[in-house]
């Protein structure tokens, strides 16, 4: 019903920049909050950035600064733009949407992505 499809991970170097994107697809009516979150081994899942429908953001302190959360309304993509990385950056970013299905317009709950790995070298 909801596809996800994340890319853009991959092995990055300390310092550099890496940009993900997230798409998504199927039977949507309306997607409200658009989200990053990454889990490192052995770590809970946790927030890095959300934003909303209307462009509002929410950034974890670990981020602020260096990743930038941006998102295309008209085509249904979120995209993390991550500067300055840290080796503790490294973590597999699942993006996460709000969304109602056409079926369902009324009924929201929430769809991950399948995970994209973020290798970040020193």
């Known amino acids: 019903q909801v596809q996800l499809v994340e890319s853009g991970g991959g092995l990055g170097q300390a310092g550099g920049s890496l940009r993900l994107s997230c798409a998504a697809s199927?039977?949507?009516?309306?997607?409200?909050?658009m989200g990053w979150y990454r889990q490192a081994p052995g770590e809970q899942r946790e927030l890095v950035a959300s934003i909303s429908r209307t462009g509002s953001t929410n950034y974890a302190d670990s981020v602020k600064g260096r990743f930038t959360i941006s998102r295309d309304n008209a085509k249904n993509i979120v995209y993390l733009q991550m500067n300055s990385l840290k080796p503790e950056d490294t973590a597999v970013y699942y993006c996460k949407i709000d969304a109602a299905l056409v079926t369902m317009p009324f009924a929201r709950r929430d769809y991950w992505g399948q995970g994209t790995q973020v290798t970040v070298s020193s």
């Open positions: 199927g039977s949507i009516f309306s997607i409200n909050t």
